[in-house]
């Protein structure tokens, strides 16, 4: 009887058991979905904001990879244009206009005006990115970072960096704030030294730090290096001789080239008023212009050499054919050509060393219409040089039909007719080549075809003749150098003006040495000297010896053999001369 209460009382407590323990169970079950659902309701609404947040700071985003442009290196390997990498500074406006009272901070920091920047942050609220500060240092990026401002972004971006400054400003150019080329090499080669902009996708922290990448999307390929045929040093030379020259006459613009006579490259370009493209302002503009390519101005006296040859080329005249010139005055419908004195009966040779406007005058005069345009017209003149930087000018040489013969009169020593000085240098070098034209190129290596286009010995007699220019006893003398023969010619035209020509003129002188050997081409205009001295004889001619023999020495050119030139039927002997006399006719030849 014991025995069966025994197991009724066990049995009873083994089902106490498993029900206790299922309750307890199922009360945990209950408590982990209570728990459950407090912590859902808590992030869903009490924690909306905090992970909000959280999540805004791991953005995975897809930003441009951007790349440095090219280097413009010169012919020995010296950058002239290179691409340092700086951060430019963002922000997300509708993230930043919860926080204006953060965004004095960010101005002070970047040197911004805090009213202006809210301003522009409270109208562009709408946007999820605006630029407020390109390009800055890395050093300066940092003290944003620092603040740790929600919606401010950094991205690495490159700014263009010039080295030689001033002294390459208008043939490099510089690029603006999106990094694009404007104005010379910048501009004209503009895709190759660019490159391509890449994209990837990353995962960045809410104050701009890339945490990961994540993927690229478009690959990134920088910009090509470019190696011009500039050579920095014989840049600089020509831009300190330059600037010196305009700032001692007053002069109101300039420029000079030196070009190798055998390939056709461009060594120097030079322009004054000049501009520092490292810091472009307002006043920059006027010093952007590359005088050497773009201006255009009747050239006067250094045209008389392809009117020479014009006469050489027609058969009518030789080295000894004679011109009579008395008495000094020559009159063509109406019009009055004058030369500085009269010369009398004079040769070819002695017609360029005094610059006779009544002999370029008369053997014009004498020759075709069309066979003195052609000549022209062989040596580039009234046409692009096909050097192919961007905005280059091609000068103007009217159609013959429509010359007048006072026209063809005036053409024949420079007036009527418009060229750039790199037409100048280009034509010159022709000469220097004997008789092959090469068009120029600015890029080292890149060297175009040359072509003859008159008889080598034509070239020959005229080199001779432009020998006797720069002698002590004629127009040239200024720009004799000390071991070197010098062929050359001076130019003084005046400006036109409304209704004629004004006071105003353009001093040039273009020339080659070592003359029996030519290397080098330098051509030099300047504009409106001021003073008494204004002629090409006083005003240029000093700055292309300058220029000339500090690019012989750089260059380790050697002196040539300096034979003496014999002048034939100079007219008046030097002793017969008073001094201010001859430096007057350097002023007012052409």
Known sequence: MIKKTTQKSNKRGTIVNVNMRMSIVIAFLMLCF??????????????????????????????????????????????????TPMVSIGVDPSKLIEQLSRIEQLAESLGLDPEKLKEQVT????????????????????????LDINGVEFREEFKRFYPAGEITSQLIGFTDANDVGKEGIESTYDEWLSGTTGRKKVMQDRIGHIIKDVK???????????????????????????????????????????????????LAMVSQPYYNPNNITKESIAGMRN???????????????????????????????????????????GYKIRDFRNYGEINLETLLAKSSNIGAAKIALNLSKSHLWDTFNLFGLGSSTNSRIIGESSGHLPEHERWSRSRQANIAYGYSLQVTTLQLAVAYAA???????????????????????????????????????????????????????VAGKTGTAQMAAKGGYS???????????????PRLVVAISITDPAGEEYGGGVVAAPVFKQIMQDSLRILNISPDSIQPIVLEKIGVELDELQINEVSSEANNEG
């Open 34 to 83: 209570c728990v459950i659902v407090v912590r859902a309701f808590t992030i869903q609404v009490k924690g909306k904001e905090f992970y909000t947040n959280q999540g805004d700071m791991r953005q995975i985003r897809e930003i441009d990879l951007d790349v440095p442009r090219g280097t413009i290196f010169d012919r020995n390997g010296e950058p002239l244009a290179i691409s």
């Open 123 to 146: 109208d562009k609220k709408d946007k999820k990115f605006i630029y407020i500060k390109r390009r800055i240092p890395p050093y300066v990026a940092e003290t944003v970072r620092a």
């Open 216 to 266: 690229e999307v478009t690959a990134a390929e920088p910009g090509k290096d470019i190696n011009l045929s500039i050579d920095r040093r014989l840049q600089y030379v020509a831009y300190k001789a330059l600037k010196t020259a305009v700032m001692q006459h007053n002069a109101e613009k300039g420029a000079a080239i030196i070009l190798d006579t055998a390939t056709g490259e461009i």
């Open 291 to 333: 005088r050497a390519i773009q201006d255009v101005y009747e050239p006067g006296s250094v045209i008389k050499p392809f009117t020479v040859i014009a006469g050489l080329l027609s058969g009518d005249y030789d080295e000894d054919s004679v011109i009579d010139t008395t008495p000094g005055v020559f009159e063509i419908d």
């Open 431 to 485: 000469i220097a080549n004997n008789g092959r034209l090469r068009a120029p190129t600015y890029i080292k290596g890149d060297i175009n075809e040359d072509k003859a286009i008159i008889d080598p010995t034509v070239a020959s007699k005229v080199s001779h003749m432009l020998r006797s220019v720069v002698h002590k006893d004629n127009t040239g003398k200024r720009a004799i150098i000390d071991g070197y023969t």
């Open 503 to 517: 006071e105003k003129y353009i001093a040039s002188f273009v020339g080659y040495a070592p003359a029996q050997k």
